[in-house]
């Protein structure tokens, strides 16, 4: 916990006396709305998209700024076409940038789907953040309807107020476009659909515990591989129990059945999204992209310094052979000084005020359910942590859980001093209300007073202004643009401003990179009827001008 978590603790107790005024009712209409499954959902799926819209005047739609929310953009573009991969430009030299393959086709290098959600936004509401909207909305809901099965109605229902807190309107993963929130959904199916699965083996536990599996291999294919052994590790004392009980035993084996008959669809789209991106059934996009760009990085290959652009699926496969990597004393340090470092960013799930509660959960590891609960987060940390880089979306699967972890910490808690449980709960309340009504009233003189300790949102005041000046510059000119992109020596490798839409000529607005008048030439000549324009953006103010070789 940091300083300012401590400062931002003692500002909303500041706030609990309204929340104990509402006690003598607001408990007893909790514990009758939390029984009705329906509303609840319902309600926890609207709460996050209102309170986000609420803050549109001072916050409006999120420009994207990193190379992986346009990665994913181009997946969504590419989607909208009605196709997997877009055919490779003849100039494709001036259109390099990150998280792109150019040759053997146009793609980006991302699973379809977060690309799915934010296309689905862009066809319903014309606006690809709509489906981060809906994916947030469908993050909170599922969470309650994950715990109804884990914990007590009034339990859920606080656990998916807590999600909101978390999740919703101030979180990175609502006001950017990386994703977080649709693999999130996913894994609220899986974990909601185990244990009713082991309740009552319906076959919708196992459609659902289908579709939440899909979602995470569409979206996170790497990720998946420990969510599906997780399952695993949850099914065998399953389907150790029920062999005796022929009838529980048919049921079971009927449900996982349809699992895997709904993941199927989902194996087909990847491996057809990897055969139309890179020719290749078994080789992914992301492959192909280390091997012929070095990154990204990983820990498990190698880049290579001679580019491996024009080598067949096969010599690639013979080349990741060739550097497959072997453990050392030195890769086994930076392992485990990695995932040391790594523990840091695990706050991202948790306000504040839950630290308390956290270690109550020990107590429910009597129980072997929190224990497999356990194994699952552990299982995550130890495979995520041979990638270099982290971002919290790798987590996004099991984002369920760590609300579970706070619940049962919170449940056990009440057991000895419910006024205790009580009072965590509604810091937390006070905590999330507090910097939501500094966003809501953003030029405040109380809200400028106390931007300096915001450090958990991601509303944090640092939107991509030049991005937005330079997209009303370029919006006030008519007709069709070729915008060539010149950077300074100087230039900061991860700004990426050449970013292009699936189908690059019929867009408005072209983006190149300046490589020398020569080059440029030939698309001015293939693109003879746009206005040719120079961005200059590492100047202080981004330069805008008419281009000249």
């Avoid at 209409?29 to 799926?45: D, I, N, P, Q, V």
Wanted: proline share 7%; net charge positive.
């Amino acid at each position: 916990m940091t300083a300012s978590d401590f400062l931002e603790l003692t500002i909303a107790a500041t706030l609990l006396f309204l929340a104990l005024a509402w006690r003598p009712w607001i408990e007893p209409l909790g514990r009758r709305l939390a029984e009705r499954t329906g509303w609840c959902m319902l309600l926890l799926a609207a709460l996050p998209v209102a309170l986000r819209l609420l803050l549109l005047g001072n916050h409006p739609v999120p420009t994207p700024e990193i190379y992986d929310e346009f990665g994913h953009l181009l997946v969504a573009d590419t989607l909208r076409h009605f196709r997997l991969a877009n055919p490779p430009h003849s100039l494709h030299q001036l259109f390099e940038t990150f998280f792109v393959l150019q040759q053997p086709t146009y793609s980006s290098i991302y699973p379809i789907g977060q690309g799915l959600s934010l296309a689905i936004g862009r066809m319903i509401f014309g606006s690809p953040w709509a489906g981060v909207l809906l994916s947030t909305a469908a993050l909170c809901a599922l969470c309650y309807w994950m715990l109804r099965a884990w914990t007590t109605p009034l339990w859920a229902l606080a656990g998916g107020l807590l999600a909101l807190f978390e999740f919703g309107p101030l979180s990175q993963w609502m006001n950017t476009y990386w994703g977080g929130s649709f693999a999130a959904a996913g894994g609220c199916l899986v974990f909601g659909a185990l244990p009713r699965l082991r309740a009552r083996g319906s076959l919708a536990s196992g459609a659902l515990l289908g579709v939440g599996l899909a979602i995470n291999l569409i979206t996170r294919p790497y990720e998946g591989i420990f969510l599906g052994l997780s399952v695993i590790l949850f099914l065998i004392p399953l389907l150790r129990d029920v062999l005796p009980d022929p009838r529980k035993r048919r049921a079971i084996a009927r449900s996982l059945l349809l699992t895997l008959i709904v993941l199927l669809p989902a194996i087909g789209v990847t491996l057809l999204q990897n055969r139309r991106v890179t020719g290749s059934w078994t080789t992914l996009p992301y492959q192909l992209s280390q091997f012929q760009y070095g990154v990204p990085a990983s820990l498990t290959f190698q880049p290579d310094p001679i580019p491996h652009r024009e080598l067949t699926t096969q010599q690639q496969l013979e080349y990741k052979a060739q550097i497959a990597f072997r453990p050392n004393r030195e890769t086994i340090q930076t392992y485990l000084l990695r995932l040391e470092y790594r523990v840091r960013f695990y706050r991202f799930f948790f306000l504040p005020p839950l630290f308390v509660a956290l270690p109550f959960f020990l107590w429910a590891l009597k129980e072997k359910r929190f224990q497999w609960i356990l194994l699952t987060l552990l299982i995550f940390a130890l495979g995520i942590n041979f990638f270099p880089a982290f971002q919290l979306h790798y987590l996004a699967a099991v984002t369920c859980l760590f609300v579970l972890i706070s619940v049962a910490g919170l449940e056990r808690l009440s057991r000895l001093n419910p006024d205790a449980a009580r009072l965590i709960l509604l810091l937390s309340i006070a905590y999330f209300g507090f910097w939501y009504t500094l966003h809501l009233f953003d030029t405040s003189r109380l809200s400028l007073a106390f931007r300096q300790y915001e450090t958990w949102d991601g509303l944090n005041h640092r939107n991509p202004e030049r991005r937005i000046m330079v997209a009303h510059q370029i919006s006030a000119l008519p007709g069709t643009l070729l915008v060539f992109v010149r950077y300074s020596p100087q230039h900061i490798f991860q700004d990426e401003w050449v970013w292009n839409d699936a189908d690059i000529d019929s867009a408005r607005i072209v983006w190149a990179r300046d490589l020398g008048a020569s080059e440029n030439e030939k698309l001015r000549a293939y693109y003879p009827g746009r206005t040719a324009l120079l961005l200059e953006p590492d100047d202080r103010t981004p330069k805008l001008a008419p281009y000249s070789p």
